[in-house]
């Protein structure tokens, strides 16, 4: 995950960090209110831990598109890195927020992708 820089930082909402987590965020971990280029907004709150790099995505009134979940990817990671959307067992599944999706990456773990021919 790159770290957070000015073009990111400056949607930061220390508020909703304050209230959520009780303290400020970092370079790799904070609650943030980002424009998209559809014209929407997107609450957007980044974590890293455990072995695990999160960035989790929601919308007023709607699930982020593709395109608009593309657009935040590419905020929090590099082009060439490769980041995951679950959908875990149904013995596991948890919901929170109905118009809210996420993107993961396990960290010094490379992720296996299916062949390019298969893709698309």
Not at 17 to 24: H, I
Not at 72 to 87: N, P, R, T
């Amino acid at each position: 995950m790159k770290p957070v820089d000015e073009k990111i930082e400056k949607y930061r909402n220390k508020k909703a960090e304050l209230l959520a987590y009780g303290c400020d965020g970092d370079e790799y971990n904070g609650v943030f209110n980002i424009p998209l280029p559809s014209g929407a907004r997107a609450n957007v709150i980044i974590s890293n831990g455990l072995g695990w790099e999160h960035v989790s995505v929601s919308l007023k009134g709607r699930c982020p598109r593709w395109q608009e979940m593309c657009y935040i990817k590419s905020l929090f990671w590099g082009d060439e890195e490769v980041v995951i959307q679950y959908h875990p067992k149904k013995s596991e599944y948890v919901n929170l927020h109905s118009n809210c999706l996420h993107l993961w990456r396990p960290v010094d773990v490379e992720l296996p992708t299916p062949p390019t021919s298969m893709v698309g």
